[in-house]
């Protein structure tokens, strides 16, 4: 990421758990793209808030923003 850019798209795979309410997010991999990739946040139950509660499905609505460990993530 260069000094001027502000942001950058990146598509990823969001995966909810509905058996432990649990979330992964995964990018899936681009040969040769100079960005890492793979495994971003490993399976596991994410704080939604600085309350401590976690994420549930009906959080994850399309058109919603989520934010996890400073990453905001577009749910489309």
């Known amino acids: 990421m260069s000094t001027e850019e502000q942001y950058r798209i990146r598509q ?3 995966y909810y ?3 432990d309410d649990s979330m992964s997010v995964i990018e899936p991999v681009v040969e ?3 960005i890492l ?3 971003l946040i490993k399976r596991q139950r994410l704080a939604k808030n600085d309350r401590g ?3 549930h499905w009906k959080d994850l609505n399309r058109g919603i923003n989520i934010t996890i460990y ?3 993530f577009r749910v489309v």
């Open 12 to 14: 990823v795979n969001i």
């Open 17 to 19: 758990y509905l058996e």
């Open 32 to 34: 040769n793209s100079g």
């Open 37 to 39: 990739q793979g495994k």
């Open 53 to 55: 509660d976690h994420y």
């Open 70 to 72: 400073g990453k905001t």
